[in-house]
């Protein structure tokens, strides 16, 4: 079964990589994401998470400094936080990528989201919840949830054409 859905999900990441090609292409990249979701390879709240919000906290490290900033939306906005890391790590999955198959680098998918009209801004320290993937549910330690806190890249979900509910 795992490996029957590996092999659907490369198939699709093969033909979406294809039509990902420059930064008005991105709606492939979003159909990738939106069937990932569809299929529970990727999880809510652990490794993307949807919230409606008037106000976004921005955490950045800027000259040896953590800082903040408040962006304040014109009305609230159903956003779409995505786990950075994960992002990367399902990107560059060994098992994704055929032989001899040129993937486009991370840093020029990263580029073409950060300028992209659904982009709003990367933030610091956002907390997602740990999941253990061979349960489905999250990990705790003494009864404690665990948290991880990470870079999370933040969208309006609107404009990515996704289907995806809110979490708050």
Same mark, same amino acid.
């Given at each position: 079964m795992k490996i029957e859905k590996e092999n659907v999900v490369k198939e699709v990441i093969e033909y979406i990589g294809r039509c990902i090609?420059?930064?008005?292409?991105?709606?492939?990249?979003?159909?990738?994401?939106?069937y990932l979701v569809q299929t529970k390879t990727l999880v809510q709240n652990c490794d993307y998470k949807v919230l409606l919000k008037e106000t976004i906290i921005r955490r950045f490290?800027?000259?040896?400094?953590?800082?903040?900033?408040e962006i304040v939306l014109d009305q609230p906005c159903k956003l779409l936080y995505f786990n950075q890391n994960q992002l990367v790590?399902?990107?560059?999955? &060994?098992?994704?990528? *055929?032989?001899?198959?040129? /993937?486009?680098?991370?840093?020029?998918?990263?580029?073409? !989201?950060?300028?992209?009209?659904?982009?709003?801004?990367?933030?610091? &320290?956002?907390?997602? *919840?740990?999941?253990?993937? /061979?349960?489905?549910?999250?990990?705790?330690?003494?009864? !404690?949830?665990?948290?991880?806190?990470t870079t999370a890249l933040i969208f309006y979900l609107d404009s990515t054409g996704l289907h995806l509910g809110t979490t708050n």
């Amino acid at each position: 079964m795992k490996i029957e859905k590996e092999n659907v999900v490369k198939e699709v990441i093969e033909y979406i990589g294809r039509c990902i090609s420059t930064d008005e292409n991105l709606s492939g990249f979003w159909k990738l994401i939106e069937y990932l979701v569809q299929t529970k390879t990727l999880v809510q709240n652990c490794d993307y998470k949807v919230l409606l919000k008037e106000t976004i906290i921005r955490r950045f490290f800027q000259n040896g400094v953590w800082m903040t900033e408040e962006i304040v939306l014109d009305q609230p906005c159903k956003l779409l936080y995505f786990n950075q890391n994960q992002l990367v790590l399902f990107y560059k999955a &060994k098992f994704l990528i *055929q032989p001899g198959e040129k /993937r486009m680098p991370i840093s020029t998918l990263k580029f073409y !989201l950060h300028h992209s009209p659904e982009f709003v801004c990367e933030t610091k &320290k956002e907390s997602f *919840q740990k999941i253990d993937y /061979r349960t489905g549910k999250q990990e705790n330690d003494l009864g !404690l949830k665990k948290r991880t806190s990470t870079t999370a890249l933040i969208f309006y979900l609107d404009s990515t054409g996704l289907h995806l509910g809110t979490t708050n």
